[in-house]
């Protein structure tokens, strides 16, 4: 059964600076991975999505990687600003016999706080 | 990017009653919607998946006497929640697909909470 694990679970930094969040699952066969953005009391704001042959994915100032052998995905988030402040999440899809199962398996989140 | 659209954005009921939750796909078609529930600093549980003409699939462990789930046209999903308790208050969010425009990406509404009294 896929887990998907967000650490940290809540992050404070100041503006400008560059920042990581992690995520793990505990099954690599998964047919791509997502990173999802939700402020408070809201729906989920797509970010990044990495299908399951992909490496990295980027917008912006953001970059996620994924390395599916050690069950890993990096967000990482240049220069913050205080409007980045909120949820982030991840979330693994399962594969089905190498195709989709659209099913998507969250991560916990990590809030971010960019003090100004 | 596609839109999803819920309504009501929050409600509050007695226990014991139903209430009932749309979901729309403003600018395209979809086949198959999801429904997730989201209980307060946790993650998203997927609970069923909504299939347009046909009879809706149940994650394990959700009761599907409790979640009534309609798909009756392209673009329109409800999610009812019948005899509500006060453990069935959350917030509940549904996504949705747009296989025509292609990619993968999964497109959220912004969200039902409700709250059982």
């Known amino acids: 059964k896929q887990e998907v694990t967000q650490i940290p679970a809540a992050l404070s930094v100041p503006e400008g600076e560059n920042l990581v969040l992690n995520c793990s699952f505990t099954?690599?066969?998964?047919?791509?991975l997502q990173w999802f953005r939700q402020d408070p009391g809201k729906g989920l704001t797509s970010l990044l999505l990495?299908?399951?042959?992909?490496r990295e994915q980027t917008s912006g100032r953001l970059n996620a990687s994924l390395d599916k052998s050690s069950g890993r995905s990096t967000l990482y988030i240049a220069a913050s600003q205080p409007g980045d402040s909120a949820t982030y999440l991840c979330?693994?899809?399962?594969?089905?016999?190498?195709?989709?199962?659209?099913?998507?398996?969250f991560g916990t989140g990590t809030l971010l706080a960019v003090q100004p | 990017g596609a839109v999803v659209s819920q309504h009501p954005s929050r409600v509050i009921c007695k226990s014991g009653t139903s209430v009932k939750i749309e979901c729309r796909s403003l600018?395209?078609?979809?086949?198959?919607m999801f429904w997730y529930r989201q209980f307060p600093k946790k993650s998203l549980m997927l609970m069923a998946t909504s299939n347009e003409g046909s009879k809706a699939t149940y994650e394990q462990g959700v009761e599907k006497d409790k979640f009534l789930i309609n798909h009756a046209s392209l673009t329109l999903s409800t999610l009812t929640v019948t005899s509500a308790h006060p453990e069935d208050s959350s917030f509940y969010i549904c996504s949705a697909r747009d296989y025509l425009r292609g990619g993968e990406t999964q497109y959220f509404g912004p969200g039902t909470r409700l709250l059982v009294l």
């Open positions: 990495i299908q399951s042959s992909q």
């Open positions: 979330a693994a899809e399962p594969m089905n016999y190498g195709g989709a199962t659209n099913k998507l398996i």
């Open positions: 099954d690599s066969a998964i047919y791509n």
């Open positions: 600018d395209f078609q979809a086949t198959t």
